[in-house]
């Protein structure tokens, strides 16, 4: 068995889950053909020239797309190199597994792995799958460029199902998904930070306050964090709290800041109810994180298995000031939330522990009660913004392309939700 890991890093996922099949005595490749902004470790990196000529070619074309006489040229020459990267890594592996929406050729090449009986399997993490009408991070587009990505996230969730192996998923993101999925609950996020180090923390990021929260967001908007920020600076007035926001440093002094921290606002508007990466940072230096959204109580609704919950501090965005509250005044509630979290990730989200479940699909020896039919959906799971930006965004969508627009033909019952709250007063 060899398996390749592809093709786009992101939280660390390939790098992490590598090292739990390097545990088990399992050969597996990270194959990047892009460069990923927190960096990699580049011992856990393939290294081949098809590789560099592929990641090349790719980012030559990019930069240049807009240039009309070599726009074309750049195209070939990007579709050469990633044609010799493939014909390679199908000829060298058994199994692939894809990150998000990883792709060679725009998931034309799943027909042919399929064809050659190779083991795909699509691992969704984020908002890769969820319809962009209900992504808040979409909503400075304007609604024809809405329309269009949600065409394609469509056609990409049809190709992916009907060629993958298996797919990795969650009801937050699981509206176009049509047939059962593996619950991303009985997984995970494969996590390990004892690689860092910090011996000796800087002057610089030192407490000044008597508490000191900090706030990391990949996506001003989509994260809240203009409301996190007023809400921080209304209780300055009254607590003595030292507000860090991350913004433009590198990863060393991130785990600085959080490390010197007592405890961390991940987001506001979560479109689902897990860690994410800055959390699991957070986690593994045992500091509770807080983690808002309307819907996130569903998340893991009828459940069994509490400890695979991951312990955050969560509730509505309107909860925020409540939330901030608890953990300022309630030292020993702030101690008992991160070590509970720290357990937890080193524990449940184990690169070993997950990367043996990866071995029961690619063996494909699955339990029963890891299937999710997304046809059970009824919740109507939107990300990035408060309730009255969300309906009306969706409002206005409806009334410019239709309901058949939203392309829930296939579930209407999850359609009908979408609708109600659409028309919502």
């Known amino acids: 068995m060899r398996i390749m890991l592809g093709l786009h890093e992101i939280s660390n996922v390939l790098q992490n889950l590598k090292k739990g099949f390097d545990t088990l005595g399992i050969s597996s490749d990270i194959v990047l053909t892009k460069d990923y902004a927190f960096g990699v470790d580049t011992d856990l990196i393939a290294k081949h020239w098809s590789i560099s000529l592929a990641k090349y070619a790719i980012l030559l074309h990019r930069r240049n797309k807009e240039v009309f006489l070599i726009r074309h040229i750049l195209a070939f020459f990007s579709l050469i190199g990633r044609t010799i990267l493939f014909v390679r890594c199908l000829t060298l592996y058994d199994t692939f597994i894809f990150v998000a929406f990883s792709s060679f050729f725009n998931f034309k090449e799943l027909i042919i792995l399929k064809f050659f009986k190779k083991k795909v399997i699509y691992f969704i993490l984020g908002s890769d799958f969820r319809p962009p009408y209900l992504d808040g991070s979409h909503f400075q587009k304007n609604l024809d460029e809405i329309h269009r990505l949600t065409i394609e996230t469509k056609d990409r969730v049809k190709i992916i199902e009907q060629y993958a192996s298996y797919i990795i998923s969650y009801t937050a993101v699981s509206h176009f998904q049509t047939l059962p999925y593996i619950d991303y609950r009985y997984f995970g996020i494969p996590t390990d930070y004892h690689y860092i180090q910090l011996k000796s923390i800087p002057q610089p990021y030192l407490k000044k306050g008597k508490i000191k929260i900090v706030h990391a967001p990949t996506n001003r908007v989509a994260k809240g964090t203009s409301i996190i920020t007023q809400?921080?600076?209304?209780?300055?007035?009254?607590?003595?709290?030292?507000f860090v926001l991350l913004s433009n440093m590198n990863n060393q002094e991130v785990l600085y800041h959080i490390a010197t921290s007592d405890f961390v606002i991940d987001q506001l508007y979560s479109g689902g109810g897990y860690m994410a990466r800055f959390s699991t940072e957070a986690a593994f230096f045992k500091k509770p994180s807080i983690v808002t959204g309307y819907d996130m109580s569903h998340f893991y609704e009828n459940?069994?298995?509490?400890e695979k919950i991951p312990p955050i501090v969560y509730g509505v965005p309107e909860d925020l000031e409540k939330l901030i509250l608890h953990l300022i005044g309630d030292e020993q509630y702030r101690i008992e939330i991160g070590e509970k979290a720290y357990n937890f990730v080193i524990r449940e989200w184990?690169?070993?522990?997950?990367?043996?479940?990866?071995?029961?699909?690619?063996?494909?020896?699955?339990?029963?009660?890891?299937?999710?039919?997304?046809?059970?959906?009824k919740t109507l799971w939107y990300y990035g913004r408060n309730r009255l930006e969300a309906r009306q965004i969706l409002r206005e969508y409806i009334a410019k392309f239709g309901e058949n627009a939203l392309y829930m033909e296939h579930n209407q019952q999850i359609k009908q939700v979408i609708l109600k709250f659409a028309m919502c007063p």
């Open 350 to 377: 184990n690169p070993i522990v997950i990367a043996n479940k990866f071995k029961n699909l690619i063996d494909d020896n699955i339990p029963q009660e890891w299937w999710y039919n997304p046809l059970q959906n």
């Open 303 to 306: 459940f069994k298995y509490q």
């Open 231 to 242: 809400t921080i600076e209304s209780l300055q007035e009254r607590y003595d709290i030292e």
